[in-house]
Nanobody
Framework: QRRLVESGGGLVQPGGSLRLSCSGS????????IGWYRQTPGSQRELVTY???????NGLDSVKGRFTISRDNDKNMVYLQMNDLKPEDAAVYYC?????????WGQGTQVTVSS
């Protein structure tokens, strides 16, 4: 299976915004719940937020009201709009299915939040 591809990370000041993108193949995205995960050095990867194929979403309490996940099923894309970023949001962000499909982990995209 083709690995997912994440993009859109970067360096942003606290309070800033970023929009992450995740692209994949149709056979991965079709009728699949997709989530955004993040990992910091020395920590396990955690599920931040997810979206079902029909658009229902949920996420960590710490990101509710700041992060918005969306998807375009026709384009096999999932997005993560991150607003009001905080230093504790800094991590490498990955997308994957929920539950995880270990064969499709991508390289991730680095998000750095610093003044």
């Amino acid at each position: 299976q083709r690995r997912l591809v994440e993009s859109g990370g970067g360096l942003v000041q606290p309070g800033g915004s970023l929009r992450l993108s995740c692209s994949g193949s149709r056979n991965v995205f079709s009728y699949t719940t997709i989530g955004w995960y993040r990992q910091t050095p020395g920590s396990q990867r955690e599920l931040v937020t997810y979206i079902t194929f029909d658009g229902r979403s949920n996420g960590l309490d710490s990101v509710k009201g700041r992060f918005t996940i969306s998807r375009d099923n026709d384009k096999n894309m999932v997005y993560l709009q991150m607003n009001d970023l905080k230093p504790e949001d800094a991590a490498v962000y990955y997308c994957n299915a929920v539950p995880v499909n270990s064969l499709i982990w991508g390289q991730g995209t680095q998000v750095t939040v610093s003044s």
